[in-house]
């Protein structure tokens, strides 16, 4: 078992700095930061939300913190999360223990619909984690992740929903929901949807 004790960022500064300083990062862009880098990322946004991941003998293995969340979360808000432990605990089977105890913190303390998770598409142990978990890959973006002094990498994208949090189920993404379209005649013609192929309307609003 693994439990979330609550990061204050400014009364735990000491300790976050050690573990962020001390430990490597290797799918994440600038790997290793500085003491300086850490204080200015406190000083910022992104840490409203964030917890230590806590071993049951009380230890503090790994920081687990959400993004694009505001200080009064509403429901279509999409928190994106940030896990890290520590390089001695890696490859135990906490990654796992971890990502759901923070599933169930999320949804339980905000009235969210979709929580969101994005790495590296070289970051397995993190793909395996998300999909043993019940997240589902929503995204692939070529390219879309910087890497220094190499070419950019691969982005991959997973989400789980609150409903599917809940019922213990998991929705598949709708990859193939776009109608056929045979040389003029087509399955969309008794849908309201744009018969010239134009993108006026929108899947949701926004
Ligand atoms: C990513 C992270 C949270 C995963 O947690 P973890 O407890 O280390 O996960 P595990 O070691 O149990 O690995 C999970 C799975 O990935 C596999 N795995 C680990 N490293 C692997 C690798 N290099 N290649 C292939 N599979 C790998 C494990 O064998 C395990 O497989 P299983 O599902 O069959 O049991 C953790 O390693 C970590 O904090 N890494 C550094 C920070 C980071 O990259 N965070 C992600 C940012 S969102």
Redesign the pocket.
């Known amino acids: 078992m693994v439990t979330l004790e609550p990061l204050d960022p400014v009364a735990h500064r000491d300790a976050v700095v050690a573990f962020l300083t001390h430990n490597a ?1 290797p ?2 862009s600038g790997g290793t930061p500085t003491a300086s880098e850490v204080l200015d990322r406190l000083d910022g946004e992104g840490w409203t939300h964030a917890w230590w991941v806590r071993t049951d003998q009380g230890e503090r293995v ?1 920081i687990a913190r959400l993004d694009d969340i505001g200080v009064d979360v509403v429901p279509d808000e999409t928190p994106l ?5 520590g390089e001695g605990h ?7 223990l ?1 990502l759901r105890a923070l599933t169930d913190q999320v949804f339980t303390q905000f009235p969210v619909r979709r929580f969101e ?1 994005c ?1 590296r598409e070289d ?4 793909r ?2 998300l999909t ?1 978990c019940g997240w589902v890959k929503e995204a692939h973006h070529r390219e879309a992740w910087p890497v220094t002094g190499a070419e950019p990498m691969d982005a991959v994208n997973y989400a789980v929903l609150r409903r599917d949090w809940e019922s213990g189920t998991i929705t598949p993404v709708r990859f193939d929901d776009l109608p056929t379209w045979r040389s003029g005649v087509t399955d969309l013609e008794d849908r309201d949807e744009p018969q010239d192929g134009s993108c006026t309307r929108r899947a949701s609003p926004g």
Do not use: E, S, W
């Open positions: 990062f799918f994440h790994g999360f940030d896990l890290r432990l890696r490859g135990r089977g906490i990654g796992r971890a998770g790495t970051n397995l142990a993190m395996r984690v043993a």
